[in-house]
């Protein structure tokens, strides 16, 4: 089948790669078929066209890229709506978007995309309390505390 994209032109699509949203996106609930392209040399950030809408793309990307690991379960609805309950098929993407008041990407890490990568369904799971932690992987740079903080009696550790 062929498509057209504002990012990537006119493409073919192969039938068998197609992903379904049967409930759409939030905002986009009309919008149920879509592909997932990538740029060659490009692994980071992916784009989710639709399939009816050639000026509806999603730039996305796997949140463990960013160090962000999620932790939730599926609920019973959400779990036949994905048609499995293995872990492995289930592909976790972030929608990107910029931020127009600073020069910054940001990701929408409260409402991932879940997509079961065998049977390509997918839908968008809204998260109520997402708890966020640092996870320090630089260990060779120390982070010093300002004159400010030292007065006020922060002390490291």
Known sequence: MKIKSQVFGEQTVDPDT??????????????????????????????????????????VAQPSTFNINYNFELSDDETTLLQ??????????????????????????????LINSVKRIGFQKVLV??????????????IELSERAQALGTSQG
């Open 18 to 59: 197609i992903i379904t949203f049967p409930r759409g996106i939030p905002g986009f609930e009309d919008q149920t078929r879509f592909k997932l392209f990538h740029q060659e040399g490009k692994q980071v950030i992916y784009w989710l066209q639709s399939l009816d809408d050639e000026d509806l793309i999603f730039s």
């Open 84 to 113: 499995t309950d293995l872990p492995d098929e289930i592909l976790i993407l972030i929608i990107l978007h910029k931020d127009e008041s600073t020069p910054t990407i940001k990701g929408s890490i409260n409402s991932p995309l």
């Open 129 to 142: 309390f997402v708890e966020q932690s640092i996870t320090l992987t630089e260990t060779r740079n120390q």
